[in-house]
């Protein structure tokens, strides 16, 4: 009897399960100011989590594969004013996580990432564009997930000259990021073989648009701006101020397509998308959030999927085992572009097709067919290695 007793507690013992260790917490940021830009159309103005939404959206992703790894993920959001310090708030987000995902102007990210730079802390920069902070001014803990301006601008070139439509008319605005969209688009003409026949400035006046009269303003002062105009083929505009562009389409003084800033836009993502496998996240995201998916939406949630894939392929959650591996070379991020995407050694770029779209649908997708590269088509978008002015500190 006893010995039957004995066994009983035995087998009870071992058929007990043995309790979970408690999951690996990984803390990501979200780092961002507060506010959204304004658009000229009504339609566009963006949603007070946008970004955010996709961040969410990539941390229930990242659970759902982490369940399996005993590691769970978490996202802490912090929107500063205008008068808050970035480098103080980056500095105390980062006692709380080993990852950052910014959504900064060029100015305030470079103080982040200055800030930052001894702590072992990883930026992921998911909204600023400027070329500089992947050239002259690029921090070796910060990578890249939102295009470049010249990766942008040179998805739009090469699509133009696939389709002969190399004769440009170039309208450029008058405030400084209109410039930088104009100097990479200068780039890309010359780089494949564009010709832009004469270009003209379009001056930032102030007013107001949406008056009772603005609809008839517009449609008398577009043609009178654009009339005697040497032959083209595409009228390209840079205003990322938002200005006058959305302006141009069927206002033309000569029947032409509008490209850049309107009618024919490069983005990173677009609503309209449906390639690939993306109707799956754009209806889960849809489903979230009673909104499209934007760029910035799309941009944050590569940001964070790119930690919860280097997390779980490392099996890890510290910060330096999982900045290394996305540093390796064998990283690589499924985006629903049809390519694996992963990053440029040389400044943290991460390598993706551009999408071309008109508001409504996908027009086409970049690199197009004929652009070769001798490493990866990819690198056809935007500044090369043998380019690079990048030496990562």
């Known amino acids: 009897m006893i010995r039957w007793l004995v066994a009983a507690i035995g087998l009870s013992i071992a058929a007990t399960p043995v309790l979970a260790a408690d999951p690996i917490e990984i803390g990501v940021g979200y780092l961002g100011r507060a506010g959204v830009k304004p658009k000229l159309s009504l339609v566009e103005l963006p949603a007070e989590n ?154 930032d006046t102030g007013g107001a648009r949406r008056t009772d009269s603005g609809v008839t ?32 389409p069927y206002r033309t003084w000569d029947p032409r397509p509008v490209a850049g800033s309107a009618g024919l836009v490069p983005t990173s993502w677009h609503a309209a998308q449906d390639q690939w496998g993306a109707i799956q996240i754009q209806n889960r995201f849809a489903k979230l959030n009673s909104r499209h998916m934007t760029a910035l939406d799309m941009q944050a949630w590569t940001a964070a999927r790119m930690i919860g894939e280097a997390a779980s392929r490392t099996k890890s959650g510290d910060s330096k085992a999982v900045s290394d591996f996305l540093k390796g070379p064998d990283f690589s991020i499924a985006a629903f572009k049809g390519r694996r995407l992963t990053l440029r050694d040389w400044n943290w770029q991460l390598r993706q097709p551009i999408l071309l779209v008109d508001g409504r649908m996908v027009v086409s997708v970049s690199p197009q067919e004929g652009f070769l590269h001798q490493v990866s088509e990819l690198d056809t978008l935007g500044a090369d290695r043998p380019e690079t002015k990048c030496k990562l500190r």
Request: aromatic fraction near 8%; charged fraction near 25%; glycine fraction near 4%.
């Open 217 to 248: 303003l517009i449609q008398r002062q577009m043609p009178v701006f654009t009339q005697q105009a040497p032959a083209y083929d595409v009228l390209v505009a840079a205003d990322e101020s938002e200005v006058f562009a959305s302006y141009l």
């Open 50 to 203: 946008d970004g955010l939404a996709g961040a969410r959206l990539a941390i229930e992703d990242n659970n759902t594969t982490g369940k399996f790894l005993n590691q769970h993920f978490t996202l802490e959001e912090v929107r500063l004013k205008d008068n808050e310090d970035v480098a103080k708030a980056a500095a105390a987000l980062a006692e709380r996580t080993g990852f950052i995902i910014a959504d900064l102007p060029a100015g305030d990210l470079l103080k982040a990432a200055d800030a930052l730079r001894d702590r072992g802390t990883l930026l992921l920069n998911a909204g600023a564009i400027d070329d500089r902070l992947r050239e002259q001014d690029c921090r070796s803990n910060v990578i890249h997930v939102a295009p470049t301006r010249s990766m942008l601008a040179d998805a739009l070139a090469q699509y133009l000259v696939w389709k002969q439509w190399k004769r440009w008319l170039f309208v450029v605005g008058s405030h400084d990021q209109d410039r930088l969209y104009a100097d990479a688009l200068r780039r890309a003409a010359t780089r494949f073989g564009a010709k832009i026949v004469q270009e003209r400035t379009f001056e």
